[in-house]
């Protein structure tokens, strides 16, 4: 079989489409987000769309949802009138038969899980008014049962596992049985772990052959070319290409992303400079843990020394946060102690963290990490004001030259450094948040998901930058639930299983399968 290259023409489908969109665009103030944006889907395939941070994928998600107007633009769809996209609403969107399912699922983990579908398609009564809650478990189970979820009604949505919440939120979204509806799934496994995204797609592929139209978002480019028959690519706002996925490899997609020939992906594979070729032998730990118990996590061990990169693994809820926002001073320990530089930390904060050099990265950056009202450079550069100081006065001219540096290395889509940062792309806005602490290097710097929502193009740079302050002596510890990326980039990886260490694998065992598989059990039982 011959590869193809990205400029290769590739006809998509003979079938007829079940959902055309054509010439979309849409502006923000000068800015174009999306210039004629065409493309169609064909009932029973599933449709991918890709692009790098900022090309627009979430705008056009958001104008096919009506929750932003786009300022020209058409939706067909088979036996129903065109649709102006610059009137479309989200009542619109629904009687267009279109059904979202978005990252965050939507659903409400403190209640069951016909109590979720019910909150969308109505609790069905009695005769006098009462809610009819054997109906309601029957028909819930009979929804489930078309779309092979194997889960009680009657579960809380918290006690399931997160492939079968996200069938639960996809079956919910396409309860109303309404004829060929399209269902866009937005990022739908942005927080899976791995075997678990395994099981969703399978769940998808089979609802395709069943005749289901999907339109499917996602950074993960084998996601995309394992499910997906066909694959739009946006790059900065226009469509790149638009293809069959057969024969497509990785590489050349990311390469439609990025307009540019890309060498590898992640660098060259190879994963340079051990820690024990940048510190001495042995040196003694700066970060220590004994028996580390706090929310949680529960006895954990753990030392780090300078210039290590040490991974935290681990399913959802196996206490990786926790621990990262321990040693942060946010959770206090309930016993066991934590040593920061040789001093045992006798009454653990924040601000104690923080004085003896400790950075966190946090996992929300909306919530907790980005100043909302400021600039992509005052962002930035927050965390090393001193350094634009002069004469006790702050160097705008410093900070946004700086500013515009990284900008430029990570690649960040951003009008300017004067840009406001709530502006930006989510990818956008994690490089932002990573960038401030990549540049001032701290002795600890503990990163919690630094490249979610990050594309493939950027991530290289990003390890790039984490291995250079890694380099200069900060020590690294870096939660993800990307198991690539553990093995990608750390010295170490310690695997959490419910709150406690299972595993801890060195340089030379750190392998995808061996942290998929330390997830789930204790590497003594096996
Ligand atoms: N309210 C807004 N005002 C100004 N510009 C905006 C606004 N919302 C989005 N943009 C810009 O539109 C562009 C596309 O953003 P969008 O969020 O659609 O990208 P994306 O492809 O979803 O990126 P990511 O992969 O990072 O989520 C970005 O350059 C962003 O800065």
Same mark, same amino acid.
Not at 417 to 433: E, F, M, W
Not at 452 to 479: K, L, P
């Given at each position: 079989?011959?590869?193809?290259?990205?400029?290769?023409?590739?006809?998509?489908?003979?079938?007829?489409?079940?959902?055309?969109?054509?010439?979309?665009?849409?502006?923000?103030?000068?800015?174009?987000?999306?210039?004629?944006?065409?493309?169609?889907?064909?009932?029973?395939?599933?449709?991918?769309?890709?692009?790098?941070?900022?090309?627009?994928? %979430?705008?056009?998600?958001?104008?096919?949802?009506?929750?932003?107007?786009?300022?020209?633009?058409?939706?067909?769809?088979?036996?129903?009138?065109?649709?102006?996209?610059?009137?479309?609403?989200?009542?619109?969107?629904?009687?267009?038969?279109?059904?979202?399912?978005?990252?965050?699922?939507?659903?409400?983990?403190?209640?069951?899980?016909?109590?979720?579908?019910?909150?969308?398609?109505?609790?069905?009564?009695?005769?006098?008014?009462?809610?009819?809650?054997?109906? /309601?478990?029957?028909?819930?189970?009979?929804?489930?049962?078309?779309?092979?979820?194997?889960?009680? !009604?009657?579960?809380?949505?918290?006690?399931?596992?997160?492939?079968?919440?996200?069938?639960?939120?996809?079956?919910?979204?396409?309860?109303?049985?309404?004829?060929?509806?399209?269902?866009?799934?937005?990022?739908?496994?942005?927080?899976?772990?791995?075997?678990?995204?395994?099981?969703?797609?399978?769940?998808?592929?089979?609802?395709?052959?069943?005749?289901?139209?999907?339109?499917?978002? %996602?950074?993960?480019?084998?996601?995309? @070319?394992?499910?997906?028959?066909?694959?739009?690519?946006?790059?900065?706002?226009?469509?790149?290409?638009?293809?069959?996925?057969?024969?497509?490899?990785?590489?050349?997609?990311?390469?439609?992303?990025?307009?540019?020939?890309?060498?590898?992906?992640?660098?060259?594979?190879?994963?340079?400079? !051990?820690?024990?070729?940048?510190?001495?032998?042995?040196?003694?730990?700066?970060?220590?843990?004994?028996? /580390?118990?706090?929310?949680?996590?529960?006895?954990?061990?753990?030392?780090?020394?300078?210039?290590?990169?040490?991974?935290?693994?681990?399913?959802?809820?196996?206490?990786?946060?926790?621990?990262?926002?321990?040693?942060?001073?946010?959770?206090?320990?309930?016993?066991?102690?934590?040593?920061?530089?040789?001093?045992?930390?006798?009454?653990?904060?924040?601000?104690?963290?923080?004085?003896?050099?400790?950075?966190?990265?946090?996992?929300?950056?909306?919530?907790?990490?980005?100043?909302?009202?400021?600039?992509?450079?005052?962002?930035?550069?927050?965390?090393?004001?001193?350094?634009?100081?002069?004469?006790?006065?702050?160097?705008?001219?410093?900070?946004?030259?700086?500013?515009?540096?990284?900008?430029?290395?990570?690649?960040?889509?951003?009008?300017?450094?004067?840009?406001?940062?709530?502006?930006?792309?989510?990818?956008?806005?994690?490089?932002?948040?990573?960038?401030?602490?990549?540049?001032?290097?701290?002795?600890?710097? @503990?990163?919690?998901?630094?490249?979610?929502?990050?594309?493939?193009?950027?991530?290289?740079?990003?390890?790039?930058?984490?291995?250079?302050?890694?380099?200069?002596?900060?020590?690294?510890?870096?939660?993800?639930?990307?198991?690539?990326?553990?093995?990608?980039?750390?010295?170490?990886?310690?695997?959490?299983?419910?709150?406690?260490?299972?595993?801890?694998?060195?340089?030379?065992?750190?392998?995808? !399968?061996?942290?998929?598989?330390?997830?789930?059990?204790?590497?003594?039982?096996?």
């Amino acid at each position: 079989m011959t590869t193809p290259r990205p400029d290769d023409p590739a006809p998509v489908t003979g079938h007829p489409p079940s959902l055309v969109v054509t010439d979309v665009n849409k502006s923000y103030g000068p800015a174009s987000v999306l210039r004629g944006v065409s493309f169609s889907l064909t009932r029973g395939h599933v449709h991918a769309l890709a692009g790098g941070n900022g090309s627009g994928k %979430s705008t056009l998600i958001k104008v096919l949802a009506g929750i932003e107007r786009a300022d020209g633009g058409v939706l067909g769809r088979p036996g129903r009138p065109e649709a102006e996209l610059s009137g479309f609403t989200p009542a619109r969107a629904w009687d267009a038969g279109l059904r979202f399912v978005h990252q965050d699922l939507g659903l409400l983990p403190d209640m069951t899980v016909a109590e979720n579908v019910a909150f969308t398609r109505g609790f069905p009564r009695s005769g006098g008014g009462r809610i009819a809650w054997r109906r /309601l478990h029957e028909t819930t189970a009979d929804l489930l049962g078309r779309f092979e979820v194997d889960v009680d !009604p009657g579960a809380l949505v918290r006690s399931l596992r997160p492939a079968d919440r996200a069938m639960v939120a996809i079956a919910r979204a396409l309860a109303d049985d309404s004829p060929d509806q399209v269902l866009v799934l937005d990022e739908p496994t942005a927080s899976l772990p791995h075997h678990e995204v395994d099981i969703l797609l399978g769940g998808l592929s089979r609802r395709a052959r069943q005749g289901q139209t999907i339109l499917y978002v %996602s950074h993960r480019l084998d996601e995309v @070319l394992s499910l997906a028959d066909s694959v739009t690519v946006l790059r900065d706002g226009v469509v790149a290409a638009t293809r069959g996925t057969r024969g497509l490899e990785q590489i050349h997609l990311a390469e439609l992303m990025a307009g540019r020939s890309l060498g590898r992906l992640y660098g060259d594979g190879r994963r340079p400079d !051990p820690a024990e070729a940048r510190t001495s032998p042995s040196p003694p730990p700066v970060l220590q843990a004994r028996g /580390l118990t706090a929310g949680r996590i529960s006895g954990v061990d753990l030392d780090v020394r300078a210039g290590e990169i040490v991974g935290l693994a681990g399913l959802l809820g196996s206490g990786r946060s926790t621990l990262l926002r321990t040693i942060f001073g946010a959770v206090r320990p309930t016993s066991g102690t934590l040593t920061l530089g040789g001093e045992v930390m006798t009454s653990p904060s924040v601000k104690a963290a923080m004085r003896r050099g400790v950075a966190l990265v946090p996992e929300d950056r909306l919530a907790d990490a980005l100043f909302h009202e400021t600039s992509v450079a005052q962002n930035m550069t927050i965390a090393t004001l001193s350094r634009y100081m002069r004469w006790l006065r702050l160097s705008r001219s410093r900070e946004r030259a700086t500013a515009a540096g990284v900008i430029g290395d990570l690649r960040i889509k951003a009008a300017g450094p004067d840009q406001a940062v709530i502006r930006l792309s989510g990818g956008n806005q994690q490089k932002v948040v990573v960038a401030r602490w990549l540049q001032r290097a701290p002795r600890v710097l @503990l990163l919690d998901e630094p490249t979610q929502g990050v594309d493939v193009m950027t991530r290289a740079d990003i390890y790039e930058r984490v291995r250079a302050v890694a380099a200069s002596g900060t020590s690294v510890i870096v939660a993800s639930s990307d198991v690539e990326e553990l093995a990608h980039l750390c010295d170490r990886v310690v695997v959490l299983r419910a709150g406690r260490v299972t595993a801890e694998l060195s340089r030379e065992e750190i392998s995808v !399968p061996e942290i998929v598989k330390y997830s789930y059990a204790d590497k003594e039982a096996s």
